[in-house]
C-alpha cells in the first residue's frame, strides 16, 4: 500500500466495526475504467486501443500518448516516434488547453475532500532529476512544482463528474482527476484506490471512515 494507506491504517487501528474496507483493492485497470465512464455516461477523455486509430490522430494533429494498462506517476507515458510508442496498451487524446486539475475525494455516494493543483514554479526540479525521482516530468505533481489546494470551492460539474465515476467503477470510494479546459468540459482522467494523503487529506479519510464503520 501507499504511505498514505499505511498512514490511515495506522490512525484507524482500534476501530471496532463488522464492514471491511479493503483500501486499494482495485478492481479495474486503467483502461478499463475509462471503458466504464464511457459506458456510464462519465464525461472523460478519447482513448482507443487500435495503433492505427492513434496515428490517425496523430496525422490529423492531435496530441496523443501511449499509456500502460496499470500504470503510476505517468512513468509509462510515451509519446510519437518514441520506440515503445507501437508497444502501448492503450492511446488518449490529451486534453488541450487545461485551466484547472483536482482531485475530487468520494466515499459511499458523497464528496468529501478536495484540491486543486496550482502551479510554483520555483519550487520544480529539472526533468532528469524528476525521472531519477521514479516520476513522469509529463504529469503535474510536487516535483514539477505543483502544490494542491485544499480550501477551495469544487464548481458542481466536477463534483457530479467525480461521484458517478466512482459510481461507475463500482467502489466505496476513490480520489477522482479531472480536468476542467478552457471551455467549462469537464474529463474525468481517472480514479485512485491508493491516493497520496498530507495531514488534510487523511484527517478527513479518518473521520469519515470512523463515521461510517460505525453505522
Known amino acids: 500500500h501507499s504511505t498514505g494507506g499505511r498512514a490511515l491504517a495506522v490512525a484507524l487501528a482500534g476501530v471496532e466495526s463488522n464492514k471491511i474496507l479493503n483500501w486499494g483493492a482495485k478492481r479495474w485497470n486503467n483502461y478499463q475504467q475509462l471503458e ?12 482507443t486501443d487500435s495503433l492505427r486509430k492513434s496515428n490517425n490522430w496523430v496525422g490529423a494533429g492531435v496530441t496523443v500518448w501511449g499509456r500502460k494498462y ?57 526533468g532528469s532529476l524528476v525521472h531519477r525521482h521514479g516520476v513522469s516530468d509529463l504529469v503535474r505533481n510536487r516535483l514539477t512544482g505543483w502544490r494542491m489546494k485544499h480550501d477551495v470551492v469544487v464548481p458542481g460539474n466536477v463534483k457530479r463528474a467525480a461521484i458517478d465515476a466512482v459510481g461507475a467503477l463500482g467502489y466505496l470510494y476513490g480520489a477522482v482527476d479531472v480536468m476542467v479546459d478552457g471551455e467549462g468540459q469537464v474529463y474525468v482522467i481517472e480514479c485512485n484506490l491508493c491516493p497520496g494523503m498530507d495531514e488534510s487529506t487523511l484527517n478527513t479519510y479518518v473521520k469519515v471512515i470512523k463515521s461510517w464503520a460505525r453505522t
Not at 36 to 47: A, D, N, Y
Not at 80 to 90: G, V
Not at 108 to 126: C, F, M, N, V
Request: glycine share 6%.
Open 70 to 126: 496499470n500504470h503510476t506517476k505517468g512513468l509509462d507515458i510515451v509519446r510519437y516516434h518514441h520506440p515503445k510508442w507501437q508497444t502501448s496498451d492503450y492511446w488518449i487524446q490529451v486534453v488541450p488547453d487545461v485551466v484547472q486539475e483536482w482531485r475530487v475525494h468520494v466515499f459511499d455516494g458523497k464528496h468529501i475532500y478536495q484540491g486543486l493543483k496550482w502551479y510554483r514554479p520555483e519550487t520544480a526540479i529539472s
Open 36 to 47: 466504464r465512464f464511457k459506458l456510464h455516461g462519465v464525461p472523460t477523455i478519447e482513448f
